[in-house]
C-alpha cells in the first residue's frame, strides 16, 4: 500500500520511503533520509539529510530532524540523526545531526518529547524518556531508560541521567544525575528518591527500602566515595550495584543533596 503525500511536501527522489506513511502539507525530506513504516509527518517538518527514522513515529507540526550540529569545530562530513520506533516528537522539537563522522544522535524506542524541546549534537536517549517543554540537552548528554526531565531545563554537554531518574522544573544540569533519584535547583542537589516513578514502574517494597538505604548512605554518610561503593555492593541487590556502577563512571561527578 502506497504511502499518503500531501501535494505541497518536498519529498526527494533520493530519499527512502517504506510503507503506509502519512506526510502532511508543507513537509520537507531530503536526499539521502530513511524513513521506515507507518509513521505520521505532520505539517511543516523537517527531515534533513542523514536522518533515518524507524517505524510508528508521530513527528507533530514543524519538528526538524537532522540540522548540522551547532559545534563551531564541525567540518562537513557524513553524520547520522537515529530515530527509533514508537517515539511522539511534539511541536519544534529539533534533533541536530552527530559532530563526529559516521556516527549519529540517537532516539531508541518510545520516547515522548514535548513542544520546543532540543536535542544536541551525539546525544543519545535510550526508551520511554519523558522530556518535557523548553528542555535543551547539550551534545553528548546521555540519558539513560524511563528517565523523566521537566520543562525548562538547561543539561550541560557530556551529562549523563540515570534511569529511572527525575529533574525538577527548570533546574541547572551541569553534573550526571543519580539514577533512581529526584534532582532540582538552581544549582541542581538531590532531592530524595523518584517514589512516584519507581512505584508506577512496579518497583517492589524491598526495591525501594533497598534505594532508600542507598540514598542514605551516598548523600548523607559522609563516607568517602570509594567507601561508599563499596558498601552499595555489598546490599548484594541489582539496584544498588547499578548505582555503584553509574558512580564509579561519572567521570562528571554528580549532583547530591546539599550539605
Known sequence: MSNT????????????????????????????????????????????????????????????????????????????????????????????????????????????????????????LANNVIIAPGTGLGGFVNVADKAFISGGVMVHQFVHIGTYAMVGGNAKITQNVLPYMITDGVPAVARGLNLVGLKRGGFRHNDIKILKSAYQLINRSGLPQETVIEHLREFNHELSTHLAEFMLSSKRSFHREKS
Not at 533520509?33 to 510508528?56: C, F, S, Y
Open 5 to 124: 503525500i500531501h501535494p505541497t511536501a518536498l519529498v526527494s527522489a533520493k530519499a527512502s520511503l517504506g510503507e503506509h506513511n502519512q506526510i502532511g502539507a508543507g513537509v520537507s525530506i531530503e536526499a539521502g533520509v530513511t524513513l521506515g513504516n507507518n509513521n505520521t509527518l505532520m505539517q511543516g517538518v523537517v527531515l534533513k539529510e542523514g536522518t533515518r527514522v524507524g517505524n510508528d513515529n508521530t513527528l507533530h507540526e514543524y519538528s526538524v530532524l537532522g540540522g548540522l550540529p551547532q559545534d563551531l569545530g564541525f567540518k562537513d562530513k557524513p553524520t547520522y540523526v537515529e530515530l527509533g520506533n514508537g517515539n511522539v516528537l511534539r511541536e519544534y522539537v529539533t534533533v541536530n545531526r552527530a559532530s563526529q563522522e559516521e556516527t549519529a544522535t540517537r532516539l531508541g524506542n518510545d520516547n515522548y518529547l514535548m513542544t520546543q524541546v532540543h536535542l544536541g549534537h551525539d546525544c543519545v
